[in-house]
């Protein structure tokens, strides 16, 4: 074989096995599918807020049936207790939550407002701000203003809040939804001590349900967060069992005194 022959030989035994390959950039967008939605981590921050909440739910419910358990045996006065500190503690999560939710919100549209009047009165100062913002990202200069340029033209408030301020002019956080999700999340955690006792007067059961509840919460935010499931997990369990310990030791010092 000449030199040549051998030559072409290892150039076909080179070529890729599939030559449809394409590195054109629509192709590429196509295969690699991940999330790029801005709401995404609020929705994270919620459905973790909602972990926590029915994580409360399941704890102090638990310690409330528990000490009522260490004073009595009737399950009467136990599963009352366990209602009424699920009502008690619903509410006041709502209501924490809107106060809290209603004056960020509060605050987040005075500046807003703030960024609204300036555009308004001083367009080139925030043209020139913006500008800047996107130049100590990593842009040339040029670039930075054709960037703030179109952005500013398409939506002035939209851009200005998102890059100045973090927010999302159309996203604001709705203190009544907030309420809503953390009174739902607390009962949702709350009902777990309470079937247990309605299932069986035995502490026993109350205890292995709310440590499967709070094993199964503790798992969740671990993974929300990227932390170790084992660490959160244990960290989770030992808080509730101690909380019930107390209160149910608390309630049979108490219950014995009580005549």
Request: net charge negative; glycine share 10%.
């Amino acid at each position: 074989m000449s030199a040549t022959e051998d030559a072409a030989a290892n150039a076909e035994r080179a070529e890729p096995a599939d030559s449809t390959v394409s590195n054109e950039p629509g192709e590429l967008a196509a295969d690699h599918q991940e999330p790029h939605d801005s709401g995404l981590a609020s929705r994270l921050n919620w459905l973790r807020a909602g972990v926590l909440g029915a994580n409360d739910g399941i704890v102090s419910t638990a310690a409330i049936v528990l000490g009522v358990a260490g004073a009595t045996d009737e399950r009467g006065p136990i599963i009352l207790a366990g209602l009424v500190g699920l009502m008690a503690g619903a509410m006041s999560m709502a209501a924490g939550e809107y106060v809290s939710v209603s004056t960020q919100r509060d605050t987040e549209k005075a500046v807003l407002e703030i960024e609204r009047r300036e555009l308004a009165e001083t367009p080139e100062l925030e043209l020139a701000e913006l500008t800047e913002i996107y130049a100590a990202k990593g842009l040339d200069e040029d670039l930075a203003h054709q960037v703030a340029v179109q952005l500013t033209a398409k939506d002035a408030l939209g851009a200005h809040a998102e890059a100045e301020l973090g927010l999302d002019p159309d996203g604001l956080t709705n203190p009544w939804h907030a309420a809503l999700a953390s009174f739902v999340a607390f009962v949702a955690g709350a009902l777990v001590p309470l079937l247990g006792v309605v299932v069986s007067a035995q502490a026993w059961v109350t205890v292995v349900a709310v440590v499967i509840a709070l094993a199964i919460t503790g798992s969740v935010s671990a993974r929300l967060g990227r932390a170790p499931v084992p660490r959160a997990i244990a960290r989770n369990i030992t808080g509730g069992l101690l909380a019930m310990t107390v209160t149910y030791l608390l309630g049979g010092l108490v219950g014995g005194l009580i005549p």
